[in-house]
């Protein structure tokens, strides 16, 4: 199929009379063919209008695009074979969900009218708008909607499948659905795809690989396993997992450790040069909850949930609360008395000056 290359891509909004805006400032990727990248990040960071200047859709300030090997950059938005789905739809109103449908079919070449109706059949199937091909967008939920753009977007057979927030309107059921059949609809066909969401969990579920976005500029790129197991810096960790990792501001001392407080000293993965100020992050699923050894610390709450239990504790000494994911059958009271321990691979240690990780 067909890989994706995106230069040194730069865009920066300026507007007579208002401070330029760099919106992105600066990506470079390499997107293999049949690979689902998921462009990960905060609202504002540039992630439509990297989507936007791939499509076609907005002129980039400088760098360059290549899909299959050869520039694009030039080229209008018809004559990328690109297809988009955006948060907002675009449907035409007056058309039907199939007219929607083939439109962008028929747009581009002049199939004929069996293979438009065969295609659109197709396509309605596989993201279950069998029964509402004669329905107007205007008689359709928000979820619905979302699937006709989606489903539009992949009739055309594109080499390079753009999807920006594709889940955002649908319920939770529903997403959960559409993203299992979104998986398998683009393993199917095998497009090349960048799915853009500030959703870290639907990013760690669909992607292949994960760019990480802040401000313009991607923080780290790497599998999901990587990005959870080695966040490159503290903005990349707080910003994948739920709950939130904890993050501890530290000075380091001798044989690998930081101390968090004068009750509180904590185990790092390596050794770190002494009276070092660092930010220790453990996740709440690396933390165990311990009889003697350990940290001492207050139970603040304690949330008994289903599958396990989010303990909020405070370490002895330590200003910031400390989450805990706890046992199901765990039972905690409000100002117990508990220890708790952290395994030192799994700790993570970053500089309190930069951010950046210190592995
Ligand atoms: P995201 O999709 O990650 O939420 P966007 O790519 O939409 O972010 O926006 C990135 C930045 O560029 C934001 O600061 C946004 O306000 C700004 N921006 C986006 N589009 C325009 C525009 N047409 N004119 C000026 N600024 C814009
Ligand atoms: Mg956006």
Do not use: W
């Not at 058309?95 to 439109?103: C, D, G, I």
Request: charged share 25%; proline share 6%; hydrophobic share 40%.
């Amino acid at each position: 199929m067909t890989e994706l290359e995106l230069r040194e891509l730069r865009k920066t909004f300026s507007a007579r009379g208002r401070p330029a805006v760099d919106a992105v400032r600066g990506i470079d990727l390499i997107l293999r063919s049949g690979e689902l990248l998921g462009l990960l990040g905060p609202s504002g960071c540039g992630k439509s209008t990297t989507l936007r200047m791939i499509a076609g859709l907005e002129k980039v300030t400088g760098g360059d695009i290549l899909v299959g090997g050869s520039s694009v950059t030039a080229r209008p938005a018809q004559q990328r074979n690109i297809g988009v789905a955006f948060e907002n739809y675009a449907l035409y109103p007056p058309l039907t969900v199939a007219e929607n449908l083939a439109f962008g079919l028929k747009a581009r070449s002049r199939a004929d009218r069996g293979d438009v109706d065969r295609k659109v059949r197709e396509i309605a199937a596989r993201v279950d708008l069998t029964t509402l091909l004669d329905a107007r967008p205007a008689g359709l939920s928000s979820g619905q909607k979302q699937r006709v753009s989606l489903a539009r977007a992949l009739i055309r057979e594109p080499d390079v499948l753009l999807l920006d927030e594709p889940l955002s309107h649908l319920d939770a059921a529903q997403r959960d659905t559409t993203r299992r059949e979104l998986k398998r609809i683009q393993r199917d066909l095998g497009h090349t795809t960048i799915l853009v969401t500030h959703d870290q969990e639907e990013a760690l579920s669909l992607a292949d690989r994960i760019a990480v976005m802040k401000d313009g500029v991607i923080q780290q790129l790497g599998t999901p396993y990587e990005i959870y197991d080695s966040p490159a810096n503290v903005f990349v960790a707080d910003f994948v997992g739920e709950p939130a990792i904890n993050l501890l501001p530290g000075t380091t001392e001798a044989d690998a450790h930081a101390r968090l407080s004068p009750a509180a000293r904590v185990a790092l993965p390596l050794p770190v040069p002494e009276g070092r100020d660092v930010v220790v992050g453990i996740r709440p699923e690396d933390l165990t909850l311990t009889g003697e050894d350990g940290l001492p610390a207050r139970v603040v709450a304690h949330e008994p949930l289903l599958e396990s239990g989010i303990a909020t504790l405070t370490l002895d000494g330590v200003e910031k609360p400390l989450v805990v994911l706890t046992d199901p059958e765990v039972r905690l009271a409000h100002d117990d008395r508990v220890h708790v321990t952290a395994d030192p691979h799994l700790t993570h240690v970053f500089d309190a000056e930069t951010g950046d990780s210190l592995r």
